[in-house]
């Protein structure tokens, strides 16, 4: 089906991340050996090379480190526009890709604190979207 | 100038070019390919190592090796992008340096626009890509707009500063009736085109074209009796920080700072010394990164580097002097073209764009999301 939105296939990295979402918590990775944080999920600590990493939940919260507003996408997404996607620097310190839902394109700020959402997509798909928290707005 | 000559550069040519319905990749490439070795005074016979990359077969050097009648001794099919033939020149020097072969043949060839083949949905996201592709970022022009808004919020860089490059980039087009946007264009222009992904306006984007290249590298031996006079490799550096834009170490900085070093160092050159600068410009964004990159100017200075038109016909900068990626023809990887217009510089072919007494150029390739750098600097004796 040439309109829907490219599903996430869980594997053995990611799907403790997707289980995660289902259960509305925002997991993350985190080194045994070095205790850095690691997004997105993998079986090696890219900083040390340890093979050891926990799955812990993360606060959520984050800020705005670089964003973009879309006017023009293909697809499943063509209907979207105008829509803001943001790379989040996480409280843990690794940075994700989202969306920013909730505000308009121009309240959006870099540096802006966010809040983890999940947003249903549709029953088979629910995502990790960011709104601006309370002082960010 | 302490290089050593160990290869150069002996013949380039590029396939028609813009739109072509009806002809293939295979076509083009052979059609740029002979047209190259034609020019260098060499036949096929002569090639013993290939080079190409795309996304049109899953083993594209098989294919096309086989296509021309070609039973290469080395091949090369290193794909990261845009870039990739930068990286295909630095290999094909460690070969002929290693006495590995003599002729390398580096091709390239794309109907993506004759295809529309841009954009076609997929459905499903599969190992790192299912962390980014249901936000529904269009790619790559998303990416570097990011790249772009988090440089306009570190150092202040604005959206005329970047129109600059668009604009005088098709001050060079306007050169060069190869080239396909020939109209010329204001500052107001650019910023009033339509928005694509913000802070990237549609006049801030490469062209979507078809088209092919083919270059012909060979060694120092060689390239005492070929047709054209050789253009020296004298450095080439390469590297990639990163696949995705999320995982790109500072988006204000590109690998270019290392590929850069790594060729101003082996070239023994200085920025001064050069005479012309063609480097990858899918996006102005891009061009602005590069140059700060490279080190023509310190981080955050790009802006006002190419303010007042200074990289225009006439500049003190002569940059993308074919008309670019922006104005000239850009069939989706383009770092070929690069190459083809440093060397036609050195050589003094470039009729009515040509840079008077050009010796010394620097032919840059950015490939993926701004993830693949690759840096050539070529010289003529």
Known sequence: ?137 | MKADRVAAIVGVAESDLGITPGKTVLQLQGQAAKAALDEAGLSKTDVDALFTAGNWSWSPPMLLAEYLGIQPKYTDGTNVGGSSFEFHVGHAVAGIQAGLFDVALITYGSTQRSDRSRNRPVTTARLTEQFELPYGLPMPVGAYALAATRHMYQYGTTSEQLAEIAVATRKWAMLNEKAMMRTPIAIDDVLNSRWIAEPLHLLDCCLVTDGGGAVVITSARRAADTRKAPIWILGHGQTHTHNSITNMPDLTMTGAVQSGRDAFGMAGVTHDELDVVEVYDSFTITVLLTLEALGFCKPGEGGAFVSGQRTAPGGTFPLNTNGGGLSYCHPGMYGIFLLIEATRQLRGECGPRQIPDARLALAHGTGGVLSSSATVILGRD
């Open chain 1, 1 to 137: 089906m040439a309109d829907q939105i490219p599903l996430p296939v869980p594997d053995g990295d990611s799907q403790p991340f997707w289980e995660g979402i289902g259960r509305r918590e925002l997991l993350i990775q985190r080194c045994d050996v070095c205790q850095r944080y690691v997004f997105y999920p993998r079986s090696h600590c890219p900083h040390c090379f340890a093979d050891s990493l926990s799955w812990v939940q993360a606060t959520g919260e984050g800020t705005i480190y670089s964003y973009t507003v879309i006017h023009q996408a293909y697809g499943p997404f063509a209907g979207d526009v105008p829509f803001v996607v943001a790379l989040i620097e996480l409280q843990e310190g690794v940075r994700m890709m989202s969306r920013i839902a909730g505000s308009p394109p121009e309240a959006v700020r870099i540096g802006a604190p966010v809040q983890v959402v999940f947003e249903k997509i549709n029953d088979e798909l629910t995502l990790p979207y960011f709104a601006l928290t309370e002082s960010g707005a």
